[in-house]
């Protein structure tokens, strides 16, 4: 009778050490993406560059590269949407824990919104644009997308007009 209750405690630490292998497995696999998935709907926090970003998290671009997080300005209770590099993100707070199969989230990411079809719909809206390795914001109307660039209509004539590429691109925020 102990020998049958030794070799099941054994056998029972082997299941415990094999399942915990597994969920070790699984983490190794998930992606900050596929995190960011399951989070759509929810209350995030992120930091991105040093600026901090609270809102709802409402889509996550087909390649990944992007999140749109919808954001209520404190002082006017309005709602803005923020378009950010997710390769910009340095920390995050309020993603779900849960482990997503990751063959799931490549799927969901596949059919996700396009950056650039986002981006025309910002035509004519007022934005605030974010530069890497840079202090200052680009601000003025969305005048043209391009395939890899943005261009920025910041009323000093059409000869100015600020030509933003998409890869150096942090975040932009829409002001409607």
């Keep these: 009778m102990q020998a049958q209750a030794s070799v099941?405690?054994?056998?029972?630490?082997?299941?415990?050490?094999?399942a915990a292998d597994l969920a070790e497995a699984q983490w190794s696999e998930?992606?900050?993406?596929?995190?960011?998935?399951?989070?759509?709907?929810?209350?995030v926090d992120l930091d991105v560059?040093?600026?901090r970003c609270m809102g709802t998290l409402t889509e996550v671009s087909a390649s990944g590269e992007f999140i749109v997080l919808r954001c209520i300005d404190g002082e006017s209770a309005r709602a803005s949407e923020h378009l950010i590099?997710?390769?910009?993100?340095?920390?995050?707070?309020?993603?779900?824990?849960?482990l997503a199969p990751v063959a799931e989230a490549l799927a969901r990411t596949r059919i996700g919104f396009?950056?650039?079809?986002?981006?025309?719909?910002q035509w004519g809206n007022r934005v605030d644009v974010k530069i890497h390795n840079s202090s200052n914001h680009v601000h003025g109307?969305?005048?043209?997308?391009?395939r890899d660039f943005i261009e920025i209509d910041n009323g000093d004539g059409i000869d100015t007009r600020l030509v933003?590429?998409?890869?150096?691109?942090?975040?932009?925020?829409?002001?409607?």
């Design 8 to 18: 099941q405690a054994q056998l029972d630490q082997e299941v415990v050490a094999e």
């Design 30 to 43: 998930m992606t900050l993406v596929a995190r960011l998935l399951r989070a759509r709907g929810r209350q």
């Design 49 to 51: 560059y040093g600026s």
């Design 85 to 98: 590099r997710t390769g910009c993100i340095n920390f995050a707070r309020g993603l779900p824990r849960g």
């Design 114 to 121: 396009r950056e650039g079809s986002w981006m025309r719909g």
């Design 141 to 146: 109307r969305v005048a043209a997308v391009g």
């Design 164 to 176: 933003v590429a998409m890869g150096s691109i942090i975040s932009m925020k829409v002001r409607n």
